[in-house]
């Protein structure tokens, strides 16, 4: 008599679930490094401004400019794989660990230190607080769209504005402590040799005749020179000020400059999660879900409630109490 072969479904199950299981485990691994790298790499940017702050406030082609373009480019990565954190990364609460990690990352990049804990810090409650609001709104769509992402990019870029507006300060305050002085050297420099250009180009116009240019233009260099001093002399009783300062002024700064990478990003993430999905590492499903609802009317088909049945709490979820 042959043997008869019985299928069991839970063991024929078993080796599927345990390979859905190992890929998830890998594509999840790999948000989380991708994300901790792009923090990494913005943070060597932000590093830069602490080791030379004076490139943001005393520009130049050769030294901003890069500066700049590294910036832009270490920001965007930052940006999408922010959004593919918050989007793929499951549970939540591997996503907000995976942010914090982010950030105590740039924090040790920029070296530790309390002003550099804290900036990571506020940064960290920031995007936490954005994934959470992003996750929410995901799960209450009814169709996946990426639009609560997009609604949330200038916000991010704000952000960032910030994570850069720390070193900003924190680069000026040790340098002015090294020494002894208030406003930098370059820095007044810089304004001294841009004021003497634009006078330059005054005294160079037909308004002043030639023979009273050079004259004119050492009494404007003199005059020049007269106001940074006194500058430098009202600045100094406020000197514990400055890196606040100079920071605020950086974030108000880079908050429109952090705009064009926010708005690429937005422009980028519904490719990026297309070529997600064609080549397999994301995937669309489908879910069911039970809604109930309170109404006058009963619809066809629905089974009445069983007599001596205590009704179901009307306020069952929710944190107020009947009045």
Same mark, same amino acid.
């Given at each position: %008599?042959?043997?008869?072969?019985?299928?069991?479904?839970?063991?024929?199950?078993?080796?599927? $679930?345990?390979? +859905?299981?190992?890929? *998830?485990?890998?594509?999840?691994?790999?948000?989380? +490094?991708?994300?901790? $790298?792009?923090?990494?790499?913005?943070?060597?940017?932000?590093?830069?401004?602490?080791?030379?702050?004076? =490139?943001?406030?005393?520009?130049?082609?050769?030294? /901003?400019?890069?500066?700049? +373009?590294?910036?832009?480019?270490?920001?965007?990565?930052?940006?999408?794989?922010?959004?593919?954190?918050?989007?793929?990364?499951?549970?939540?609460?591997?996503?907000?660990? /995976?942010?914090?990690?982010? =950030?105590?990352?740039?924090?040790?990049?920029?070296?530790?230190?309390?002003?550099?804990?804290?900036?990571?810090?506020?940064?960290?409650? =920031?995007?936490?607080?954005?994934?959470? @609001?992003?996750?929410?709104?995901?799960?209450?769509?009814?169709?996946? @769209?990426?639009?609560?992402?997009?609604? !949330?990019?200038?916000?991010?870029?704000?952000?960032?504005?910030?994570?850069?507006?720390?070193?900003?300060?924190?680069?000026?305050?040790?340098?002015?402590?090294?020494?002894?002085?208030?406003?930098?050297?370059?820095?007044?420099?810089? *304004?001294?040799?841009?004021?003497?250009?634009?006078?330059? &180009?005054?005294?160079?116009?037909?308004?002043?005749?030639?023979?009273?240019?050079?004259?004119? %233009?050492?009494?404007?260099?003199?005059?020049?020179?007269? %106001?940074?001093?006194?500058?430098? !002399?009202?600045?100094?009783?406020?000197?514990?000020?400055?890196?606040?300062?100079?920071?605020?002024?950086?974030?108000?700064?880079?908050?429109?400059?952090?705009?064009?990478?926010?708005?690429?990003?937005?422009?980028?993430?519904?490719? +990026?999660?297309?070529?997600? !999905?064609? *080549?397999?590492?994301?995937?669309?499903?489908?879910?069911?879900?039970?809604?109930?609802?309170?109404?006058?009317? &009963?619809?066809?088909?629905?089974?009445?409630?069983? =007599?001596?049945?205590?009704?179901?709490?009307?306020?069952?979820?929710?944190?107020? $109490?009947?009045?």
């Amino acid at each position: %008599m042959p043997a008869t072969v019985v299928n069991n479904p839970s063991t024929a199950a078993a080796p599927a $679930a345990k390979s +859905i299981g190992a890929g *998830f485990v890998v594509k999840t691994t790999l948000c989380v +490094i991708a994300f901790l $790298a792009a923090a990494a790499l913005f943070a060597f940017a932000c590093g830069e401004v602490l080791v030379d702050y004076t =490139m943001l406030f005393a520009p130049s082609k050769e030294q /901003t400019l890069p500066w700049l +373009i590294r910036t832009g480019a270490s920001a965007l990565l930052f940006l999408l794989t922010f959004s593919v954190t918050v989007v793929l990364v499951r549970p939540a609460m591997l996503a907000a660990a /995976t942010i914090v990690g982010g =950030m105590a990352v740039y924090a040790l990049v920029l070296g530790g230190g309390l002003a550099a804990w804290c900036g990571a810090g506020a940064g960290a409650v =920031m995007l936490v607080t954005l994934l959470y @609001s992003v996750v929410k709104q995901i799960e209450n769509q009814i169709d996946f @769209s990426l639009r609560p992402l997009g609604d !949330k990019e200038l916000v991010l870029s704000s952000v960032l504005a910030v994570l850069i507006a720390v070193p900003a300060g924190l680069g000026y305050a040790v340098d002015a402590e090294r020494g002894h002085y208030v406003i930098p050297p370059r820095i007044t420099a810089y *304004f001294q040799q841009e004021s003497e250009a634009y006078v330059g &180009k005054i005294v160079g116009t037909e308004l002043v005749p030639a023979p009273l240019r050079d004259a004119a %233009m050492d009494s404007a260099k003199e005059e020049v020179a007269t %106001m940074v001093k006194g500058l430098e !002399k009202t600045a100094e009783p406020y000197g514990q000020y400055v890196p606040y300062i100079l920071g605020a002024l950086a974030y108000f700064s880079f908050q429109v400059v952090m705009f064009i990478p926010g708005f690429a990003a937005v422009l980028l993430l519904a490719p +990026i999660f297309f070529f997600l !999905k064609l *080549f397999g590492f994301a995937h669309v499903s489908k879910q069911t879900r039970g809604v109930t609802r309170l109404t006058l009317a &009963k619809e066809a088909g629905e089974p009445a409630e069983p =007599m001596g049945k205590p009704a179901s709490d009307p306020w069952a979820g929710s944190t107020r $109490a009947p009045q």
